[in-house]
């Protein structure tokens, strides 16, 4: 195994920058195909604004290390009436939880357990949520401003992407009228 070392890493509240990261990645709309309700507007997008950046995840790990930690950084934005949001997963590994904190603007933490039940919890400068082992967790930036949030995981959690992509998480956030709601995914009546 290789050696540990103490280490100081600088995060951005406002823009997510981790200094050093080790790892990133971004996904821009096209990337994100299947998981917004309304594939017109989903496509309309893509054309229209050329494709946007959606979401961007930094992180860094040290190598044999068995936590690792990172932030991402969400645009505004919505396709039809829902909100931008990330893919959504289980971790692999069903014993694995996670923490988010997050750092700046507004949004909500979608949860759901494999007998159906669903959370809420709301992402707002200081707040943190705790992910409990096998909840499905997906973040959605409700607000005008980027969303940015740190999470902190164990590098054994792994991503399962594979339920929520192929059926969706049973609520939907929305904006109607102005408000945000939190609303019954029609797919699953
Ligand atoms: C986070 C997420 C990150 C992107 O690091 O992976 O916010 O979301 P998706 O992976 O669902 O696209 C996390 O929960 N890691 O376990
Ligand atoms: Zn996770």
């Known amino acids: 195994m290789s050696e540990l070392y103490p280490a100081e890493v600088l995060i951005n509240s406002a823009t997510g920058a981790v200094s050093p990261a080790t790892g ?13 309700s309304n ?8 054309r229209e604004e050329n494709d946007p950046l959606i979401y961007e995840v930094l992180e860094y790990k040290q190598e044999g290390s068995d936590l690792f930690f990172g932030t991402t950084t969400m645009q505004p934005g ?16 069903r014993t694995k939880g996670e923490v988010y904190n997050t750092l ?10 494999r007998q159906g039940r669903s959370s809420t919890i709301e992402m707002r ?44 998480m049973r609520k939907l956030v929305i ?3 102005g408000e945000i709601e939190v609303v019954a995914n ?3 009546d």
């Open 78 to 93: 919505k396709i039809g009436d829902e909100f931008y949001m990330t893919r959504g997963h289980f971790h692999e590994d």
């Open 175 to 177: 904006e109607r009228n």
């Open 104 to 113: 700046s603007g507004q949004g909500l933490l979608l949860l759901e357990d």
């Open 24 to 36: 990133r990645y971004a996904k821009h709309l096209s990337e994100l195909g299947g998981i917004f």
């Open 39 to 46: 594939a017109d507007a989903w496509s309309r997008t893509i």
């Open 125 to 168: 400068e200081g707040s943190s949520a705790f992910i409990p082992p096998d909840w499905a967790h997906r973040s959605i930036n409700c607000g005008p401003a980027p969303l940015v949030f740190t999470w902190f995981c164990s590098v054994a959690a792994g991503h399962d992407y594979g339920q929520i992509l192929q059926q969706g």
């Open 186 to 188: 029609p797919k699953f």
